[in-house]
């Protein structure tokens, strides 16, 4: 039988370059975030906890505070930022140093799947039926990529990404970005949240993912004259934070206010300062202000 | 992935790329040693794969075009999705204030006043306005959801 060269003794290259091109693609990301402070996951693993909600609050209650701040919407398939901070529909300039991120309100930088597709598109891709198991998921790390590297984010303090639910969608984030400079874990004080909740925190911690802050969301009910009632049995956040080790950084009841302004495209931590959902947001904007002082880009 | 010729125990060197239809990549490599041709074929869903990495084979031959693999591949894009940025209008790097509007940014809280003007310069300067104006203003407040500042 003729011996034939491993892959490993063949040295010399076919002329793709394949592995440079795929390292320059991670060059890339570093290049682009190196002009940022502090990157911010927002993740949970759970649908329907509010991530999207509290980025969007949370990005404008930085922002008000005088910081540059981006949201990156990395819900691929459920995009909320762009319409959450007014922008969806807005067009995307080519600039020379990438694609503009388009300005929402508070001025927080946004670049969300809502400003590429139609209003009632699904996530589609021009490809062959039927194989789509086998490059689905490639390709939409491959839009994630690009919404990190080659959108001219400029120089920020802090940029949000509201990580879809599904912990592969955490583990999809970590492999381009292994260490956001903070993460949000993101539960209610359902029991069944805390439930899958607990998986992505132990998935946060095998991969080394630190500092991970717990933001209980939906804690209470606030009705239309500012009481506070219960809205679940249990408190599921409390026992994923003693179960895991991991400090509650917020509590924010839920406020039919916050959903008709995010709705309207004007999250309302900036604008409803007396409501107790807006001031655990604008609390939460403060513990991370403390936990990356210095970090500002 | 390497391609070697057997017979001379050469790597072939990628000559040629072509997309002939159906789905398919055509690569095509050549012996250095005995010229000896050979094209890679690839089917759909493989082509789709390569695509979906964002990678070239054979090489980029021109430089890649901000998210290149986004705009190619995704379906059910908008019209007007991505405009270029307008030559003619040269970017405004400074924003004079008008003094009615300066007048109209002294009625913020001081405390937040900076970051407002911020706000407001940024804005001016996405849209090419060169003068801030309470009418500005008005504009930019309504665009970026800023009632009440």
């Known amino acids: 039988m003729r ?15 394949i592995l440079e091109q795929v390292l320059g693609q ?70 020379d140093d990438g694609v503009q991120p388009v300005t929402g309100a508070g001025g927080v930088s946004v670049m969300s799947m809502d400003l590429l597709q139609e209003d009632d598109a699904p996530l589609r891709w021009r490809a062959p039926d039927g194989d789509g198991f086998t490059w689905r998921g490639l390709a939409e790390t491959g839009v994630l990529r690009e919404f990190l590297s ?34 949000l874990l993101v539960t209610t004080p359902a029991e069944i949240t805390r439930f899958v909740v ?43 934070a003693a179960e895991t080790g991991l400090e509650v950084w917020a509590e924010v009841p839920f406020d039919p206010a916050l959903g008709t302004a995010t709705d309207r495209g004007s999250p309302f931590a900036i604008h409803d300062d007396a409501s107790p959902a807006a001031a655990a947001i604008v609390a939460l904007a403060h513990r991370v202000e403390r936990q990356n002082h210095g970090r500002h880009a | 992935m390497k391609f070697l010729c057997v017979e001379c125990d050469r ?15 055509a690569a095509v490599f050549t012996c250095p040693g005995c010229n000896r041709e050979m094209a890679m074929l690839t089917n759909p869903m493989e082509t789709q794969l390569v695509s979906s990495l964002g990678v070239q084979i054979g090489g ?20 007007d999705v991505f405009v270029e940025q307008d030559p003619a209008a040269p ?6 204030w008008h003094p009615e509007a300066v007048d109209r940014l002294g009625r913020v809280p001081s405390f937040v006043r900076g970051m407002v003007k911020r706000i407001y310069t940024d804005w001016a300067k996405e849209n090419g306005v060169a003068t801030m104006t309470p009418e500005v203003m008005d504009r930019a407040r309504s665009e970026l959801g800023l009632e009440g500042m």
């Open chain 1, 198 to 240: 607990a998986k992505s925190a132990r998935l946060l911690r095998d991969a080394g993912v630190a500092p991970v802050g717990i933001v209980a969301n939906m804690t209470a009910y606030v009705d239309h004259e500012g009481a506070t009632r219960p809205l679940f049995e249990g408190d599921g956040a409390q026992a994923l």
């Open chain 1, 3 to 17: 011996k034939i060269r491993t892959y490993g003794q063949v040295e010399h290259e076919t002329g793709s370059h």
């Open chain 2, 60 to 79: 980029r031959t021109v430089p890649e075009q901000p998210m290149e693999m986004t705009r190619s591949s995704l379906q059910d894009t908008r019209a």
């Open chain 1, 150 to 183: 080659d959108v001219a984010w400029g120089e920020l303090d802090y940029l949000l990404i509201d990580v879809p639910p599904g912990t592969d969608r955490i583990s999809r984030l970590l492999d381009l970005l292994p260490a956001p400079s903070q993460t």
């Open chain 2, 11 to 25: 790597v072939m060197a990628f000559a040629e790329r072509q997309i002939p239809g159906d789905g398919t990549l």
């Open chain 1, 26 to 95: 991670r060059a890339r990301i570093d290049q682009r975030l190196a002009s940022i402070g502090a990157t911010i996951a927002i993740v949970s693993g759970k649908g329907g906890v509010g991530k999207s909600a509290i980025t969007a609050n949370l990005a404008t209650a930085l922002a008000s505070g005088g910081a540059r701040v981006g949201a990156l919407d990395a819900d691929l398939n459920g995009p909320s930022l762009g319409r959450m901070l007014g922008v969806a529909g807005k067009p995307l300039v080519d600039g």
């Open chain 2, 91 to 96: 970017p405004v790097t400074r924003v004079e």
